[in-house]
């Protein structure tokens, strides 16, 4: 069964830059995972950043980028904010409508 | 505007069967897949599955073959999921949320359904 790892915990000051990774059991992500990206706050629905890798939704601030690092997907926030505080998920495709979301990071903004 | 709208909470004893609707609105229902995504109490997020809005075909995560079911009614642009042989770690919000090549944007507010006996 496919694997889709993120890190579970991650601390940043507020104004400071910190990036999320998003590992396949498969191996190496690359473009064809399409992958996406999500913030969920509690109490709240997941809301949709950033799609088919680097993409940005029209609702998505320009301080979130996507991008693929060292055979992984990452999302990364510059110049955080207190309101950034939340757990993010990441979801790739695998092929014949198969798709596995992460376990999820919490960013705590400290 | 773009909405899915689902349906309420349901309370069920372990065997039965939920079924929950999601019904969007704002667009073509046609033009976009609808997946199923669920997420227990404290947990994270779960793919379920993915339906063609357009020719009703379905892609099932491994873990729910067999006992889970999507389906779509183009009459009234509604997608429906059903879960049955309920266990009472099937207790968790149930999302639909919309996909166009690859691209997630809009979510339905989710449904609790929550398995005690």
């Known amino acids: 069964q496919t694997v889709v790892t993120q890190e579970p915990s991650v601390t940043v000051s507020p104004g400071g830059t910190v990036t999320l990774t998003c590992a396949s059991s498969?191996?190496?992500?690359?473009?064809?995972?399409?992958p996406n990206w999500f913030q969920q706050k509690p109490g709240q629905a997941p809301r949709s950043l950033i799609y088919r890798t680097s993409h940005k939704h029209s609702w998505t601030p320009d301080r979130f980028s996507g991008s693929l690092l060292g055979g992984k997907a990452a999302l990364t926030l510059s110049g955080v904010q207190p309101e950034d505080e939340a757990e993010y998920y990441c979801l790739l495709y695998f092929g014949n409508d198969q798709r596995a979301f992460g376990g999820g990071t919490k960013l705590t903004v400290l | 505007q773009v909405q899915l709208v689902q349906s309420g909470a349901e309370m069920k004893k372990p065997g039965a069967s939920v079924k929950v609707s999601c019904r969007p609105s704002g667009y073509t229902f046609t033009n976009y897949f609808l997946h199923w995504v669920r997420q227990a109490p404290g947990q994270g997020l779960e793919w379920m599955g993915i339906i063609n809005t357009n020719t009703g075909g379905t892609g099932y995560a491994q873990t729910f073959q067999g006992r889970f079911t999507m389906t779509r009614d183009t009459s009234t642009s509604t997608v429906y999921m059903e879960l049955s042989s309920l266990r009472f770690e099937d207790t968790a919000i149930y999302y639909c949320?919309?996909?166009?090549?690859?691209?997630?944007?809009?979510w339905g507010q989710g449904t609790l359904v929550t398995v005690s006996s």
């Open positions: 949320t919309r996909e166009n090549y690859w691209e997630h944007d809009f």
């Open positions: 498969t191996g190496a992500v690359s473009s064809d995972y399409y």
